[in-house]
């Protein structure tokens, strides 16, 4: 079985400092059902990382404090490599009016429901979260902030089910591990998976080498995949908020650097259009035909180009990064963003239906 490094595929298991050997085993039956479900070229490309010198490439690829690459939203109609900016169709920054009208409508739907998923006065919205090591690391601050605000709807219940390590190759296929535990999670926080309402996904994959728009495209299909998963599993989603990485610059490892940080918006952008423009695979009007997919709209837009401020203010530091890789987010880095998505959902003109407590 192929060997991997734990950047690469960190398993997001509950252990103590010093697992113990039943732990150590439960990682390797986790790692390895996770490996069996990868494609030929999945196993490739992460053997290919594998064997990359890291000095040599830290050597080719200086930490940068910025880039001069413009963020989706001050590029509006203008162009990266061809593709408009803009988080949505026309280099526009606010949904179409149509599809905010339907996000607004199914948001309203959103209600507090018993586990059997029928509404109740005494039932539970779930938010969750999907994604990767960056994700849990984010959205773990972000739930001991909503923790203490007052101002949110008492019936929501945050649940973590993003892990270290699970990129977007992994939550795209249903049969991953991955989805054992978030059902693990859903069991811990007393709520099931016919209360999941809402999510926040934000993914990427490990290592991407190919020019643009290749890794910008399978991300997008796998965030497509991703998004078949859970509304196959959580029959009552209706909502799906996705955000893009973070800066990229100061990576100091192969896993996620710039150009891909910046050019995984395209794919949220591009998934996002393609709901827009009616494309099947991603239908959530049961008038239209099969439910595919959540509404989805972008969550907060989280890269900026580095200490070079977005229009909205938005900065990265160096210290809003791990030492270790450059990649991760540090404590402050986590703070930045998790301020960010509850400040989005407390005002955005869906989220807050559900996410706030109504007067």
């Not at 948001?107 to 509404?119: N, W, Y």
């Not at 926040?200 to 190919?210: E, F, H, K, M, S």
């Not at 989805?296 to 837009?301: F, H, I, K, L, S």
């Amino acid at each position: 079985m192929l060997k991997l490094t734990a950047a690469l595929l960190a398993i997001a298991l509950v252990a103590p400092a010093q697992p113990t050997e039943e732990a150590k085993r439960k990682q390797a039956e986790f790692m390895r059902r996770t490996m069996e479900q990868f494609t030929p070229e999945e196993r490739s490309h992460l053997a290919a990382n594998r064997n990359v010198d890291r000095a040599a490439w830290i050597a080719a690829h200086p930490a940068r404090e910025s880039t001069g690459l413009i963020a989706l939203p001050d590029l509006a109609k203008g162009t990266y490599q061809g593709e408009q900016g803009g988080l949505y169709p026309g280099g526009e920054n606010t949904p179409p009016p149509p599809h905010l009208k339907a996000g607004l409508a199914l948001a309203r739907r959103i209600v507090p429901l018993d586990a059997e998923g029928r509404e109740s006065k005494d039932g539970k919205i779930v938010l969750i979260s999907i994604g990767m090591s960056n994700t849990t690391m984010k959205f773990q601050t972000f739930q001991k902030l909503a923790a203490g605000d007052s101002s949110l709807n008492p019936h929501l219940v945050l649940v973590d089910g993003a892990q270290g390590g699970q990129v977007a190759w992994v939550t795209s296929k249903p049969t991953t591990p991955f989805w054992e535990v978030v059902d693990e999670r859903l069991r811990v926080a007393g709520v099931t998976r016919k209360q999941v309402q809402a999510s926040w996904i934000l993914q990427a994959n490990p290592g991407p080498t190919r020019p643009f728009p290749a890794e910008a495209k399978e991300l997008q299909q796998n965030l497509v995949d991703t998004l078949h998963v859970m509304q196959d599993r959580f029959p009552n989603l209706k909502v799906a908020y996705i955000s893009s990485r973070t800066y990229g610059g100061y990576a100091t490892s192969p896993l996620n650097p710039e150009p891909y940080a910046y050019e995984s918006g395209f794919a949220v952008k591009w998934l996002i259009a393609d709901q827009i423009a009616g494309k099947p695979e991603l239908n959530y009007d049961a008038a239209k035909g099969p439910v595919r997919a959540p509404w989805c709209a972008w969550g907060p837009y989280l890269w900026a180009d580095g200490m070079k401020a977005n229009k909205d203010g938005l900065s990265y530091l160096r210290s809003d990064y791990t030492e270790q890789d450059g990649t991760h987010p540090s404590p402050p880095g986590r703070q930045k963003v998790a301020e960010r998505l509850l400040r989005f959902l407390k005002t955005d003109p869906a989220a807050k239906l559900w996410f706030t407590a109504q007067p």
